[in-house]
């Protein structure tokens, strides 16, 4: 492949904040690609910039290649080995989205196509509804970070029954909270001043309207992000005002598991032994964002611990295709469900339906609408059409 141009610049993500794009100019076409911001980061991410965005700019923008042997996904290694010491996670994400979206035009096929051409299986969708935590700047809020809706049925008609939910959470908010003003979080989902107890009344009954509507199975998700309110030895309740042992926090898990078929990160993100006490006890899907990183050190801890059966893979969490094809095998290997997931600060970049399809995820959260939501939702929807 014959490069004449690769450069970056820093654009804007959903929540205003600087983030990184890249534009590749090869002797066959020009591509563009981009990578997300996350706002609710774990301590074990990989950090998105080496030292800054535009340290990392100005490595990329003075770096010159002119041709690389890139014939297949493997040869992202390639990329890496120029790159991965000298920028930071994000950066090198959207250098791999960039290199594999001309890699597949110019072998004419789509980006799945490229990494997995037997891929038939399409994801279902995690479709964040309410927003608390870290995520909405309401005061009081929900201690958890977000609510779900997960429609067990095709693609287009879970983007149809998401959208409704959505609706309907909003007709009800509005007649059961004085404070509710139509005000969205970073995700675009509803902000509120409920607590999560009566939120989760809220999700029970739009559930029941939404399969009385349209006639299929939902389940209830719910990512707890308990890190972000456990103050080193307890699980401190803002808005109930309570405060949980880590004990009485696995016990209000195993009575959520009741209603939420998917609970991500219940305990706080070195909690491997809370994690498998949890799963025990619990009927759900344990799912690991915080604790595992989207790193497979972590997540070879995770399994060897039983702390999870379920895996949210973020690629700019650690900044390596390469990585995540070793995680997604891993988790295949031990029979661990796969959620790939968007980043609170988004951008039009649709790449990531390709990968979830791609990688056979079973589960892609992306949100349910909104600018940097809708690019990849309705890509999913092309997808599914295509196949």
């Known amino acids: ?32 690609a981009s990578a997300a911001n996350g706002k609710s980061r774990g301590i074990y991410e990989a950090k998105p910039w ?9 490595f990329i923008n003075k770096y010159f290649i002119e041709e690389i042997n890139f014939k297949d996904f493997n040869d992202l290694i390639l990329l890496e080995n120029i790159f ?4 930071g996670a994000n950066s090198m994400t959207a250098i791999e989205f960039v290199f594999l979206k001309a890699l597949a035009y110019r072998e004419d096929k789509q980006v799945w196509e490229l990494i997995n051409p037997r891929s038939k299986e399409i994801p279902f969708s995690i479709g964040n509804t309410i927003s608390g935590g870290v995520h909405s700047s309401e005061k009081p809020k929900p201690d958890f970070q977000e609510f779900h809706f997960i429609p067990i049925t095709n693609f287009k008609k879970s983007f149809e029954i998401n959208k409704r939910a959505r609706e309907n959470c909003a007709e009800i908010l509005k007649n059961i909270d004085k404070n509710f003003k139509f005000k969205t979080s ?8 409920l607590s999560n107890e009566k939120v989760v009344e809220l999700m029970k ?37 309570k405060i949980l042992t880590k004990e009485q926090q696995i016990n209000y898990m195993q009575k959520l598991s009741d209603v939420f078929y998917y609970i991500e990160d219940p305990l706080e993100e070195n909690d491997f032994s809370g994690f498998s006490e949890t799963i025990k006890k619990s009927k759900s899907l344990i799912c690991g964002d915080d604790l595992t990183a989207t790193n497979l050190e972590r997540l070879q801890v995770a399994v060897k611990k039983k702390s999870i059966n379920s895996m949210i893979i973020k690629p700019n969490q650690i900044g390596s295709l390469i990585e ?14 796969i959620v790939f997931s ?27 609408c909104g600018k940097g939501r809708d690019e990849k939702l309705q890509r999913m929807i092309k997808i599914e059409e295509q196949v």
């Open 205 to 241: 009954d739009v559930k029941e309207n939404m399969i009385d509507e349209f006639g299929v199975k939902i389940h209830l998700g719910v990512d707890i992000a308990a890190s972000q309110f456990f103050n080193g030895k307890n699980y401190k309740y803002k808005n109930e005002k």
């Open 342 to 368: 968007h980043r609170s600060g988004e951008t039009s970049e649709d790449i990531l339906a390709d990968l979830a399809f791609a990688f056979q995820a079973n589960f892609i959260k992306t949100g349910i």
């Open 1 to 32: 492949m014959k490069i004449k141009r690769l450069f970056a610049r820093a654009i804007n993500d959903t929540r205003g904040d600087k983030t990184i794009e890249v534009y590749l100019k090869t002797d066959f076409g020009e591509f563009i």
């Open 84 to 87: 991965k010491k000298n920028v």
């Open 324 to 337: 995540v094809k070793k995680i997604v095998d891993f988790c295949r290997k031990n029979k661990i469900k």
């Open 186 to 193: 970073d995700e675009n989902a509803w902000q509120t001043s």
């Open 50 to 58: 080496k030292k800054n965005i535009l340290s990392d700019i100005n």
